[in-house]
């Protein structure tokens, strides 16, 4: 099946930039709908930033202003920019590819965030 492998997490203070890579083991164009999203331990998994299949951007209010998703068709690749990173931002993020309403979805396996104050 086509696979999704997060990478460019790591530990960064306060105030920090970090930029999440999606690689896509096929075409980007596979999903309907991408998107990125996170867990922290004790939470549900959230929104964080997503591309719908009308193409229009949706992000978490928490993020809004700082996180930016983008896509390099080329290197179907999906992108999170994420700036002025606050300890809150401390979580797994995963990236999701959407087939469609009522179809399966598929999962990276996530990367690690992790903001010091």
């Known amino acids: 099946q086509v696979q999704l492998v997060e990478s460019g997490g790591g530990l960064v203070q306060a105030g920090g930039s970090l930029r999440l890579s999606c690689a896509v083991s096929g075409s980007i164009s596979s999903f309907n709908a991408m998107g990125w999203y996170r867990q922290a331990p004790g939470n549900e998994r959230e929104l964080v930033a997503a591309?719908?299949?009308?193409?229009?951007?949706n992000y978490a209010d928490s993020v809004k202003g700082r996180f930016t998703i983008s896509r390099d068709n080329a290197k179907n690749t999906v992108y999170l920019q994420m700036n002025s990173l606050k300890p809150e931002d401390t979580a797994v993020y995963y990236c999701k590819g959407d087939y469609g309403p009522g179809r399966s979805a598929t999962w990276g396996q996530g990367t690690q965030v992790t903001v010091s104050s």
């Open positions: 591309f719908t299949s009308r193409g229009n951007t």
